[in-house]
């Protein structure tokens, strides 16, 4: 029963994280495919970045639902038939991760995963998300550098969960996932290493510097 739930909540988590938004959006409305436009990122920046505000929120809204429907589903499941709740939510956490960056959807074609693993944070231990989150806001608010925000804010997760004596398998997986997204994202850190790095505005399309 134990390996049918890893594989079942691996499988569903990559599935249903790898059904990206952001392409949908702009193939179904914009009969553009976002990969082909901006940084070629399917991401919600570089959407709102495209396209503007009128949908980009929905992007970021449907990215955040799957990461978070997925985890809490086997999370509860894990905590059901396994005894242990913060263990399912990171494992969960890190496939669904995978699925957002390498879609079967999409030719495996897919986005940098911070939105969806923000969503999963929250489930592995909800301070972590707080503290995460407050980090990523205050840098964008003195930055509006959503990269460098980003990853730092991610970056935090595992320390945080140290400091809250997580499991050790916990803070493995988060520190294998949010590496990853670092890795993601280090396009955007050479062009702010070059000051080419576009800058995020909450009004209209993201402002270049």
């Keep these: 029963m134990e390996a049918l739930l890893y594989i079942a909540a691996a499988v569903c988590a990559y599935l249903v994280a790898g ?105 592995i231990d909800w301070h972590t998300g707080l503290i995460a989150l407050t980090i990523m806001l205050v840098l964008l608010a003195l930055t509006k550098y959503m990269s460098l925000s980003t990853v730092v804010a991610m970056l935090s997760c595992p320390i945080t969960l140290v400091v809250r004596q997580a499991p050790v398998s916990v803070v493995l997986l988060c520190t294998a996932s949010v590496l990853y997204i670092a890795l993601r994202h280090k396009e955007n850190f050479k062009r702010l290493a070059k000051g080419t790095e576009s800058k995020f505005s909450l009004k209209g399309k993201t402002v270049h510097s």
């Design 19 to 123: 059904i990206n938004p952001a392409i949908e959006i702009s193939k179904r409305i914009y009969h553009k495919d976002i990969r082909t436009c901006g940084s070629g990122n399917p991401g919600f920046t570089n959407f709102k970045r495209t396209f503007g505000n009128k949908w980009a929120w929905w992007v970021l809204l449907f990215d955040l639902c799957k990461g978070a429907i997925v985890t809490a589903v086997f999370a509860y499941l894990f905590t059901a038939f396994i005894g242990n709740y913060q263990f399912g939510a990171a494992y969960t956490g890190l496939f669904a991760l995978l699925g957002h960056a390498y879609p079967i959807w999409y030719k495996f074609q897919g986005g940098k995963g911070f939105l969806v693993y923000m969503s999963v944070i929250w489930f």
